[in-house]
């Protein structure tokens, strides 16, 4: 019999020494009036204020503490691998996502029959141009992808363990779980959720993010077929490439309109060249990820090393 009281909460955390504590609090709160049986796994992605000073005081607690910043993912990829309760909650360490609205998650998991439960936030606590970039990651991913979900940057999320194993996580994977296990056959649904504004510090999302992300996602419509992700470097020349030959494209157009001769006009060449060069940078991500991917799965190795862990009962 599956059981749906006993959760593992997994919880990146970077420079979150103003908030965790309160979040921490919340967590258990929750649990304690729903008489679940939890942990909570914090991962410090190598915080440079007093994150891990602040979480060592609390309790419970299993603090990871990876050996320098790998980012978001792979610090979701160690929580998640060390969870051992059938369910896994994974929220931000910001407290913008509440816990309160997994008692509902549970029950909407529960009801339909799901793998996981994505949280949506319809009304987001963000500045204007997080909320930018995210509605324009959400559109292109729904183009791209059609993974049904509204939401797939919110970090909130139900899963159950048993899904989980079949996923490894690189890049900025961590998004886009449910849709790299509706490819797998898993039941995905989601539920709104609330969302709040953040008391402290600030975000860590930018451009360089989404632009990771956006490579993530062609990478997953590829997956469907033959890979998992493109290497980030390699497909983010590839796509810069492609981005110049058509601006060359356009320079070649203005050329012909304003009737310059063409027989020695160079933005043509240089469009042909950059746009071949791009996919060939493109293509080549994608196999060298396919090696790594193939390298990750059959071994032990992880993209990301563990200083230390902490726990606190």
């Known amino acids: 019999m599956f059981k749906l009281d006993q959760l593992s909460f997994v919880i990146p955390a970077y420079n979150e020494e103003g908030n965790i504590a309160d979040l921490h609090r919340e967590i258990v709160s929750m649990c304690s009036s729903n008489h679940y049986e939890f942990e909570i796994i914090v991962v410090n992605d190598h915080s440079t204020d007093r994150t891990l000073e602040v979480l060592k005081s609390l309790e419970p607690i299993k603090i990871i503490s990876l050996r320098r910043k790998y980012g978001q993912t792979s610090a979701m990829d160690a929580g998640i691998k060390m969870a ?111 969302h709040r504004p953040r008391k402290h510090g600030i975000s860590k999302y930018n451009w360089h993010r989404a632009v990771k992300g956006f490579i993530d996602m062609l990478a997953i419509w590829f997956s469907k077929k033959y890979a998992f992700r493109p290497l980030h470097l390699l497909g983010g020349l590839g796509l810069l490439l492609i981005l110049l030959s058509i601006i060359f494209f356009g320079m070649t157009v203005k050329e012909f309109f304003t009737g310059q001769d063409m027989s020695d006009t160079l933005w043509l060449l240089l469009a042909l060249f950059t746009m071949v060069t791009g996919f060939m940078f493109f293509l080549f991500g994608l196999v060298l990820d396919l090696i790594m991917k193939t390298y990750f799965e059959t071994t032990a190795q992880t993209p990301y090393n563990i200083e230390e862990i902490y726990e606190r009962e």
């Open 84 to 194: 051992k309760f059938p369910l896994v909650v994974t929220m931000d360490g910001d407290g913008q996502n509440d816990p309160a609205d997994v008692p509902d998650m549970i029950g909407h998991m529960s009801a339909h029959q799901l793998d996981v439960v994505s949280g949506w936030r319809v009304s987001r606590k963000d500045s204007m141009s997080k909320k930018f970039l995210s509605r324009g990651a959400n559109i292109l991913r729904k183009v791209i992808i059609n993974d049904k979900i509204h939401d797939s940057g919110c970090s909130l999320k139900l899963y159950k363990r048993e899904a989980l194993r079949s996923v490894n996580l690189y890049g900025e994977m961590h998004r886009f779980i449910p849709a790299l296990l509706a490819l797998q056959g898993y039941s995905v649904g989601e539920l709104p959720v609330n």
